[in-house]
């Protein structure tokens, strides 16, 4: 009999309990701007968090282009007093298994693939693994061969790791006419700078390892189509050279090569590839490029001598994935990440 008298009562007291909140709420509220009191403003936060989200971080250009080195007219080589070679250093770097592939017409000394292949537009595209720099910083020290390196030496590295092939003699025609049309390249850059959009993008760093599992789904829908399904690329029906170049396989470059360090592939595919992408509009994000790079990069390839290599072993690159290290770091967090922490330890032993 009592019972609806109790839940009368409990109403009551629940709207009374309302009641009093609404009055302090609005006093806190009424306190605060009287008093002039900051807040943060929460509405703003919660806005832009959730603008953050629909945002495609991957849409934005990388880099903003009016800030960025750009290469020389190629239109001006013709005004240089050794226009010819500078021509033919072109033609070497953008069709080089023309001249030095298997059937090359000059020499059979490399893999098929060409140095415009990863130095794109012969060496001159933002962010294209281009030669901005090399002109203005070599020779130079270079930790990997533990030497002071001009650039006849770091176009043979390419020759023999990139291009799994032979080094060009010094001395050669072609070797001085790729030197002059490299230095021509960067020639107005200031010696001993590195110009902003040089070499290869640096994709921020996952806070995981990079999934080679992922990866296979980012390979077989965005880059299968042209590099193929087993990775061999696309030959030219008369075997001079590539229409898509081999990504791994015996006519891909070997383990000792940049792109073999999974920091280099990211960050040369993110602001290059899929055919098409560009420093200004990429396509994959920064987890598929990371995560492709792994694929890639876990697939049978070329094998090199790198008992030369590193002879200081704390110099290694966090992503140099062969060991002994100097710290406490596996091949495996070497190979596929997490890089961070490697990193901090770096600079921390510094
Ligand atoms: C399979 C890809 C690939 C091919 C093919 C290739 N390279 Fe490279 N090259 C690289 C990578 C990766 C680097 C290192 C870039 C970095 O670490 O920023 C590099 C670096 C260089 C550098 C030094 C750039 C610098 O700023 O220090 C030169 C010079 C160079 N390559 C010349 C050549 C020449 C000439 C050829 C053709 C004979 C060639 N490369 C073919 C991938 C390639
Ligand atoms: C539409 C065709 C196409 C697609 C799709 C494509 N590529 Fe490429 N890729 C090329 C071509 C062509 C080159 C050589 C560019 C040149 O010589 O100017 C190249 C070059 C490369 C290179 C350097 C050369 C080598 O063989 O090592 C890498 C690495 C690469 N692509 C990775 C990728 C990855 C990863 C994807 C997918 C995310 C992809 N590509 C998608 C056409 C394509």
Redesign the pocket.
């Known amino acids: 009999m009592m019972q609806p008298f109790i839940k009368l009562n409990t109403l009551v007291q629940a709207l009374l309990g309302l009641a009093v909140s609404l009055v302090v709420v609005v006093g806190v509220v009424l306190f605060v701007s009287v008093s002039g009191v900051q807040l943060p403003n929460l509405s703003q936060g919660v806005q832009e968090e959730a603008v953050a989200e629909v945002e495609i971080p991957f849409l934005k250009a990388l880099a903003d282009p009016a800030s960025l080195w750009r290469a020389p007219d190629f239109a001006l080589i013709d005004q240089e007093p050794n226009a010819a070679e500078l021509h033919y250093g072109k033609d070497l770097v953008a069709n080089t298994a023309e001249y030095l592939g298997p059937k090359g017409k000059v020499r059979s000394m490399s893999n098929g693939?060409?140095c415009?292949?990863?130095h794109?537009q012969a060496g001159t595209a933002p962010f294209g693994n281009n030669y901005g720099a090399v002109a203005a910083t070599y020779p130079k020290f270079r930790a990997r061969s533990g030497t002071e390196e001009d650039i006849q030496k770091r176009i043979n590295d390419c020759f023999e790791r990139s291009l799994n092939g032979k080094a060009l003699e010094r001395d050669s025609k072609e070797m001085k006419a790729m030197v002059a049309y490299i230095n021509w390249v960067g020639k107005d850059v200031p010696k001993g700078e590195v110009p902003t959009g040089s070499g290869i993008y640096e994709v921020p760093l996952l806070d995981r390892a990079a999934d080679p599992a992922k990866g296979k789904i980012?390979?077989d829908t965005?880059?299968a189509?042209?590099?193929q399904a087993d990775g061999k690329?696309m030959a030219k029906p008369d075997g001079t050279g590539y229409?898509?170049?081999?990504?791994w396989g015996e006519a891909?470059?070997n383990h000792g090569a940049g792109?073999y360090r999974l920091s280099r592939?990211a960050g040369?595919?993110k602001a290059n590839?899929?055919?098409?992408a560009t420093f200004e509009s990429p396509l994959?994000s920064d987890e598929e490029a990371w995560d492709?790079a792994a694929y890639?990069n876990s697939m049978e390839r070329p094998k090199k001598d790198l008992a030369k290599d590193w002879p200081d072993i704390s110099k290694k690159p966090m992503d140099h994935p062969f060991g002994p290290f100097s710290d406490g770091f596996s091949e495996q967090q070497h190979k596929f990440g997490p890089f961070k922490p490697i990193k901090a330890a770096k600079s921390s032993s510094k």
Not at 243 to 247: A, D, K, T
Not at 273 to 276: A, R
């Open positions: 693939m060409n415009q292949n990863c794109l980012v390979y965005q880059c189509s042209c590099h690329g229409v898509y170049p081999p990504l891909s470059y792109l592939f040369y595919v590839m899929p055919l098409g994959l492709v890639v």
